[in-house]
C-alpha cells in the first residue's frame, strides 16, 4: 500500500504513542463488517460512524453505524461526523445498558494511521478505528484511543468476539 509522506512527517509520528498495545478491545464480527461495508461503499471518501456496545474492562463493539460525513469540501481526506446522527444514537441508547463508544472512520488509498487532525478531534475514553481502504477494497483496520495524557494514539490490542 502507498503511504503518502505527510504520514511519515514528524507531525504524523510525534501524535503515535510508541509503548504498544496496553488494552483489549473486544469486537463482534457485525461491527467489523459493518465498519468495511461503510468504507466500501463511500469510497472514494471517507466513511465515518458510531461504535456501541459497553466499557467494563475494556471496550465491547457490539454495532457500528454509519452517519453522515458532513465534510464536503475535503470529503476525500476529512470527516465530521454529523451531531443531529450522534444524538439520534445517543438518545435511542438511553436505558439500554448500551452506550455510543467511539467513531470509527476510513482512510481512502491512505494507511489506517490516525493524523494530527483526528487527535485535534478525539475524546478520552472513546476507540477509534481507523479503515484502509485501496482501490475500492479493505487493506487494513486498525484500533486506537487515546494514551494516558492524551497527548497521543496508542493502539489497541482487538480480540473478535
Not at 10 to 25: M, R
Not at 110 to 123: F, G, R, Y
Request: hydrophobic fraction near 35%; charged fraction near 25%.
Amino acid at each position: 500500500m502507498h503511504e503518502p509522506e505527510r504520514f511519515k512527517s514528524p507531525e504524523y509520528l510525534a501524535i503515535l504513542d510508541e509503548t504498544g498495545p496496553s488494552e483489549v478491545c473486544r469486537l463482534s464480527p457485525s461491527a467489523l463488517n459493518s465498519m468495511q461495508e461503510a468504507a466500501k461503499k463511500y469510497y472514494p471518501l471517507e466513511a465515518c460512524g458510531l461504535l456501541i456496545g459497553t466499557c467494563n474492562n475494556g471496550w465491547q463493539v457490539d454495532e457500528a453505524r454509519q452517519i453522515e460525513n458532513l465534510n464536503k469540501e475535503r470529503a476525500a481526506d476529512r470527516f465530521q461526523l454529523d451531531p443531529a446522527g450522534y444524538r439520534n444514537v445517543d438518545r435511542e441508547l438511553r436505558g439500554t445498558g448500551r452506550e455510543i463508544i467511539g467513531v470509527f472512520h476510513s482512510h481512502p488509498d491512505c494507511p489506517a494511521k490516525p493524523s494530527p487532525t483526528d487527535l485535534e478531534s478525539a475524546w478520552e475514553g472513546f476507540v477509534y478505528p481507523i479503515v484502509s481502504i485501496c482501490d475500492g477494497e479493505v487493506a487494513d483496520i486498525l484500533f486506537w484511543t487515546l494514551n494516558r495524557d492524551r497527548s497521543r494514539f496508542q493502539p489497541l490490542l482487538v480480540k473478535h468476539s
